[in-house]
């Protein structure tokens, strides 16, 4: 166990070292370990650093544990937009109901790229999201609208048709 302990704070060490290779290298390694990772990386989300926390989001990203989404819908709300972004392109790959909430709030950010990650991740999640998108349709600012009408394009769940049609004759270039 303690060999493990060792291990484990020399890959968090690789992990947090600011050198992207060996960052993005020791991921496996880190999966490798299971539920201690998991736990270490969980502490390392607290860091006072975005790029800490960034590759902690990264990592978690890698795991095939259920309990991970949980994680990526905090950092949805951490105050450092990429880190934002890292934790909505992870939840397109752990699509999970729990997220709806976070990531509609996303599409509303200044932040394009987060946005548009949001709505990737939501129309992952597919039929659940489709009647949260609608009201974001109905009821955002443009930019949010707009991604939620590329999601629900993407999903192709019929209940969509009648507010797209109207989106459709709104006299908006944007839309």
Not at 52 to 63: G, I, P, V
Not at 70 to 95: F, G, R, T, W
Not at 148 to 162: E, K, S, T
């Amino acid at each position: 166990m303690n060999n493990l302990m060792h291990d484990l704070h020399s890959l968090l060490g690789e992990l947090t070292s600011h050198h992207d290779e060996r960052a993005e290298a020791v991921i496996p390694q880190l999966i490798a370990c299971g539920e201690s990772a998991i736990q270490a990386l969980v502490m390392l989300l607290g860091s006072e650093s975005a790029d800490d926390r960034w590759w902690a989001t990264r990592a978690l990203a890698e795991f095939a544990d259920q309990e991970v989404f949980q994680y990526l819908i905090k950092m949805l709300s951490d105050e450092a937009v990429e880190v934002q972004q890292c934790a909505a392109l992870a939840l397109k790959n752990h699509p999970h109901e729990d997220a709806i909430p976070a990531l509609i709030d996303a599409l509303s950010s200044p932040d394009n790229i987060l946005s548009r990650l949001a709505a990737n991740s939501l129309a992952a999640i597919g039929e659940p999201a489709v009647m949260p998108l609608l009201d974001v349709v109905k009821n955002a600012a443009p930019a949010a609208r707009l991604e939620a009408v590329r999601a629900l394009a993407l999903i192709g769940d019929q209940r969509a048709l009648p507010v797209l049609l109207e989106v459709c004759k709104e006299n908006s270039v944007m839309m």
